[in-house]
């Protein structure tokens, strides 16, 4: 962990709880997921909890962001995706 990563950037309180925290929902744990609407890509992608022990805030962030980049073997899951092309700023 990074500096800024132990800082609550709600109360910017030191007071991030140690530890591997976990959320889940009831059912399963992949209904939270990152989806690029504008491709129409859903990357599986865990979204990493970060929960300030002082004010409560509950921040997340991407532990691999680079695995959030379309790649070219990437399929849009809808059918009726927008067509568009990938740009620059995708990558
Ligand atoms: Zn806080």
Redesign the pocket.
Known sequence: MSANQNT?S??G?K?IVKGDIGLRTSRDLELIMVVRKDHGVEKKVPLQPKV?G??G?VDLYVSEAKNLRIQPSDKPIAADARQRPILEYDF
């Open positions: 609550c709600k109360c309180g007071s300030c002082k004010c805030f």
